[in-house]
Nanobody, 124 residues
């Protein structure tokens, strides 16, 4: 059982930045693909960004492309989401998710393990 713990959320003004972290308990985390998803009140959970097992391949939702950057440090079993130029519409609970296969996907149903989420609030 993989445990994922997100951190780094908070309240920030529009145009500001936050860096989210997703720390994993699994010793073999380096072979897992990881995705970041978010869910705003009343809306379905949506894809934000994903990274494959070695960090060489990434994907982003169109809404965050050019503003967010996903990266990973396998030695520290941690995946990061750097969020710049934040907008009020980025306000949501952000979740990281992992799947024990090297390639990422953008579908929530393809991920086996989820963190508890971290709140990001962007004020206008």
């Amino acid at each position: 059982q993989v445990q994922l713990v997100e951190s780094g959320g908070g309240l920030v003004q529009a145009g500001g930045s936050l860096r989210l972290s997703c720390a994993a308990s699994e010793r073999t985390f380096s072979v897992y693909a990881v995705g970041w998803f978010r869910q705003a009140p009343g809306l379905e959970r949506e894809f934000v960004a994903a990274i494959n097992w070695n960090g060489y391949s990434t994907a982003y939702a169109d809404s965050v492309k050019g503003r967010f950057t996903i990266s990973r440090d396998n030695a520290k079993k941690t995946v990061f989401l750097q969020m710049n130029k934040l907008k009020p519409e980025d306000t949501a609970v952000y979740y990281c998710a992992a799947r024990p296969r090297g390639a990422y996907t953008v579908s929530t149903s393809d991920y086996d393990y989820w963190g508890q989420g971290t709140q990001v609030t962007v004020s206008s």
